[in-house]
């Protein structure tokens, strides 16, 4: 399968998910590349677009062989890939030290991108974490956790592509995985587009601007005061 683009990936994977629509959904996009994804997704559901903000910590003088991840949904949300951390001899000390490098920057996000906007409220809803692609999987796992910390009724993972080691993983992370393609093997996510070119800070501002109007953030059974 070969995607066009993120928008084609979002409305795949929103057919996909059609049966949640009477589930009280939220889609909880992983900036940057998951926000044109879960756009489509928020828009062809009727539900509310949110961020989970999340961080891979890279290995020292190969950054993008992910240690692993730290995601802020509430309270700090560490996964260590052991796999990775452990051959390399790092300690938990470097680990930790630079997942609170990690947190500056999701502090920093989270004031770029939300602009003071509280948290879409999850508890008794269904949370679908959508990303444009999962490689290793420690990003998003991190981000899984810290969602599920917060008591949503229902934990779906819909992505357009994944490596099938992560995908079977993060199966036991999820009540339901919704995954269009499992190449093996996956090589690099942006193989699966003809264009993945980089999402810009500007287009995930305006993105969630947009879907502000798709439906009301509070859950539908809440009664105004």
């Not at 979002?10 to 756009?39: K, T, Y």
């Not at 802020?72 to 300690?91: C, Q, S, T």
């Not at 910390?149 to 339901?176: C, I, K, Q, Y």
Request: proline share 8%; charged share 25%.
């Amino acid at each position: 399968m070969m995607l066009r683009d993120r928008t084609e990936a979002g409305h795949r994977l929103a057919a996909a998910l059609a049966h949640l629509r009477g589930e009280d959904p939220v889609v909880l996009a992983l900036p940057r590349g998951g926000v044109p994804v879960g756009f489509e997704i928020a828009r062809a559901l009727g539900a509310p677009l949110d961020l989970v903000l999340v961080r891979k910590i890279g290995a020292p003088f190969q950054p993008e062989l992910a240690v692993g991840a730290v995601a802020n949904g509430g309270a700090p949300e560490l996964v260590v890939n052991e796999d990775v951390a452990g051959p390399l001899g790092l300690e938990r000390a470097w680990i930790e030290a630079q997942a609170a490098r990690q947190l500056e920057e999701i502090e920093r996000r989270r004031a770029l991108y939300l602009e003071g906007r509280a948290p879409v409220p999850l508890e008794g809803r269904t949370a679908i974490v959508v990303d444009d692609g999962v490689a290793t999987g420690a990003t998003t796992r991190a981000a899984l956790r810290a969602v599920r910390r917060r008591a949503p009724r229902r934990l779906v993972l819909a992505v357009p592509v994944a490596a099938p080691e992560a995908a079977a993983m993060l199966r036991a992370e999820v009540d339901e995985l919704v995954c269009l393609e499992m190449p093996a093997p996956l090589g690099a996510i942006g193989a699966a587009y003809l264009d993945f070119r980089q999402v810009e800070d500007d287009e995930v501002r305006d993105l969630l601007a947009r879907a502000a109007s798709f439906a009301p953030a509070a859950p539908a059974s809440a009664s105004g005061g």
